[in-house]
């Protein structure tokens, strides 16, 4: 049987990972909309890192709960992922708004707040630094 806050942590990493995907698609969305199909290759570069992050981030999740519905996951593998998955959400909801520039922080295009939703998700169920 699965724990209460194993649960939570695989939820709060799930979490972190479409927070991150959903602040990439904003982002994307945006710098489209300004730029037309061709981004500047800074702006590509910046894109292709975030995508690198979410999917690290969705790997690490896939496996670790794997392991749990097997039975031997270790609760340290749980932790690290937890901590790991919100990192990712975190940095790439950073990057998302950074990469907007001066619009980053406007409603209108819906990326900052994914940096402030995705901030709970390192607090949550045991804070970051007490996981490390």
Sequence with gaps: MV???TKSRI???AQGVGLARGAYAHALAGLHHAHGPTLPPDVAAS???MRGRILSGRLMLLAVA???DRGGAASGAIGLMKQTC?????QVALSATKVLGRFGDLAVLGAERYLRD???TQIYDGTK???R
């Design 86 to 90: 919100t990192d990712i959400g975190w």
């Design 3 to 5: 724990s209460s806050v």
């Design 11 to 13: 939820s709060a990493a």
């Design 47 to 49: 894109l292709a890192e």
């Design 118 to 120: 995705v901030k709970v």
């Design 66 to 68: 794997r392991e749990v």
């Design 129 to 131: 630094d007490v996981l």
